[in-house]
Nanobody, 126 residues
Framework: VQLQASGGGLVQAGGSLRLSCAAS????????MGWFRQAPGKEREFVAA????????VYADSLKGRSTVSRDNAKNTVYLQMNSLKPEDTAVYYC????????????????????WGQGTLVTVSS
């Protein structure tokens, strides 16, 4: 699976962005998808994940209530809608695919995702 993230940019605090991650390959619909982010000088952290079917989602506390992860398996694309953005949301956002975990296991650990996109930069100004 090859992943291509897009949709990042510069936004003012309180604004919104929708990130997209387009996947190639026939395994997309069988992969759980995750979003992670890495701010300058910090470790990569979990943001959100969505199960293969889209029926289950999980969010990090930092973005819970301000973000929505969704997917369109017909388009091989996963989305991350982020609202009420804060300067501390500034980071490179990565999408990732987990094609090996069981159908009921939705991981928040970056080590359990084997495919990664190149990242898209989100900058939130105050």
């Amino acid at each position: 699976v090859q992943l291509q993230a897009s949709g990042g940019g510069l936004v003012q605090a309180g604004g919104s962005l929708r990130l997209s991650c387009a996947a190639s390959g026939r395994t997309f619909s069988r992969a759980h998808m995750g979003w992670f982010r890495q701010a300058p000088g910090k470790e990569r952290e979990f943001v959100a994940a969505i199960s293969r079917s889209g029926g289950n989602t999980v969010y990090a506390d930092s973005l819970k209530g301000r973000s929505t992860v969704s997917r369109d398996n017909a388009k091989n694309t996963v989305y991350l809608q982020m609202n009420s953005l804060k300067p501390e949301d500034t980071a490179v956002y990565y999408c990732a695919a987990d094609s090996t975990s069981g159908v009921y296991y939705l991981s928040i650990k970056s080590t359990e995702y084997e495919y990664w996109g190149q990242g898209t930069l989100v900058t939130v100004s105050s």
